[in-house]
């Protein structure tokens, strides 16, 4: 997802797959895709929140579309219709926005169709609601408590999935510069969740925390996970860009094949893969998993030279040890720093095999945005091959100011070829303060499709 950076963490898309449920007596199925029939590629949702970006959440299951997005009145709303209508239902959920672009929503549907939603959190109680019936968001259910423990600081919620479908939810229990990230799993049968393991994942006590990318299943079947820990809630004391990878999401071990024990620490052996020191230009969520055309792992990350200056760079374990290229020259230094929500200077995303070549996205405040091909012997840059970068923002405002918004289709589906996405505007960040001319009017928020 994105462009927006919070100096505690970037929201990225749900990078593990959906599976792949199959059409029960409940299941709402889809023959094609009606909207092609009827002729919609652009299709208004509602009025929405445009004070400051914060995230909302689009997901497509059969042929029942969702979105929980924060309406004009900041209220968290859902939005759902069937494939080629075009009037949307409304339910407006018991939650407020306040000032803060941590507070995204996101949402996720189980293998019995029940729709999971959660979001406006940070170091706050859980706020997780969930249907009363499949497919429909008009039951939704506010649940007080997962497991009912580390459940009064949670940060990130998360849903993603495990190798057999079952859904699974993370969250950060604790704050920036101290806190630790636990994962549970849902039981269809009795509606009720359970700790994925015993212990948690990332444990950082008072000391620092974790900020993870989402997980990645690779080509090769393994779970990648990538992160950073940071001492402070200051945006500048990340440091130690470290990875472990699991075929299951239970049991862990190094890239060299070493088995963990949870939880993971800054002590725990094996796991780093850069050791960039704090105030190293290390962002938490300013890196992307990706992939070269052999299906190898292939991390991209920021950090500062020698120089001081910020540049990009690839991470790749190759024959027993992490191989860390410089990418770039860049003659420029993204000086972040502080607590709050950052305005986002360089975006960078995944590496990519495309049409025989290696590319990356990126849009920078200095050498614009684009899309790349990367040398794939030295790593580094080749030359701009065109003008599309990725999806988020609009690296241009408006002229009241405001910014183009958007966000994938967590449903990870393309019926009959066809793309789902949303679209809105709102100002920029503000360090999760009152904007000092107040909100702006509203924007309207935006189902796009394309193929």
């Known amino acids: 997802m994105k462009l927006r950076v919070c100096a505690a963490f970037l ?44 995230g909302f959440a689009l997901l497509t299951r059969g042929n029942q579309q969702f979105v929980a997005f924060y309406d004009a009145e900041r209220r968290m709303t859902l939005a759902q219709r069937t494939l080629g209508e075009h009037r949307w239902s409304f339910t407006v959920l018991p939650s407020t926005l306040g000032w803060d672009s941590h507070n995204y929503i996101t949402m996720a549907m189980d293998r019995e169709g029940y729709l999971h939603v959660a979001g406006n959190m940070h170091a706050s109680p859980l706020v997780y609601f969930r249907s009363a019936r499949p497919y429909d968001a008009s039951s939704m259910e506010r649940v007080s408590a997962l497991t009912g423990k580390n459940e009064e600081r949670v940060t990130y919620p998360v849903f993603n999935y495990a190798p057999d479908g079952t859904l699974l939810f993370q969250y950060r229990s604790g704050s920036s510069g101290s806190g630790d990230t636990y994962r549970d799993r849902y039981d269809e049968r009795t509606r ?80 780093i893969v850069d050791p960039v020191p704090s105030r190293g230009g290390l962002l938490n969520g300013t890196q992307a998993v990706g992939f070269d055309a052999f299906g190898g792992l292939v991390l991209s990350y920021l950090k500062y030279d020698s120089a001081g200056k910020t540049q990009l760079y690839f991470a790749q374990w190759e024959h027993g040890r992490w191989i860390n290229q410089q990418a770039t020259n860049w003659n420029y230094r993204w000086d972040f720093h502080g607590m709050g929500s950052l305005v986002n200077e360089i975006h960078i995303g995944p590496l990519r095999a495309v049409g025989g070549k290696l590319t990356i996205a990126i849009n920078h405040k200095v050498y614009g945005s684009g899309v790349w091909e990367v ?48 679209s809105w505007k709102t100002l920029r960040q503000n360090r999760d303060r009152p904007q000092p001319e107040g909100p702006p009017p509203p924007s309207m928020l935006h189902l796009v499709l394309s193929q």
């Open 375 to 422: 040398d794939p012997v030295t790593m580094r840059l080749r030359g701009k091959l065109s003008m599309a970068g990725e999806e988020g923002e609009d690296s241009s405002a408006s002229e009241n100011g405001l910014m183009e918004r958007s966000a994938a289709d967590l449903g990870g589906s393309r019926t009959d070829g066809v793309t789902y996405r949303l």
């Open 192 to 271: 009720s969740w359970h700790p994925l393991t015993e212990q948690p994942l990332f444990f950082g006590g008072a000391r620092m925390n974790a900020y993870p990318l989402d997980v990645v299943r690779g080509p090769d079947g393994w779970y990648h996970q990538f992160w950073v820990w940071r001492d402070k809630p200051l945006a500048e004391t990340n440091h130690d860009l470290s990875y472990a990878r699991s075929r299951d999401l239970v049991h862990w071990e190094t890239a060299a094949g070493t088995p963990l024990t949870l939880p993971l620490t800054i002590a725990t052996p094996g796991l």
């Open 11 to 54: 929201l990225s898309s749900l990078l593990i797959p959906p599976p792949a449920f199959g059409h029960s007596r409940r299941s709402p199925t889809a023959s094609g895709n009606p909207d092609l029939r009827t002729g919609i590629h652009t299709l208004d949702v509602a009025p929405a929140w445009s004070g400051q970006p914060v």
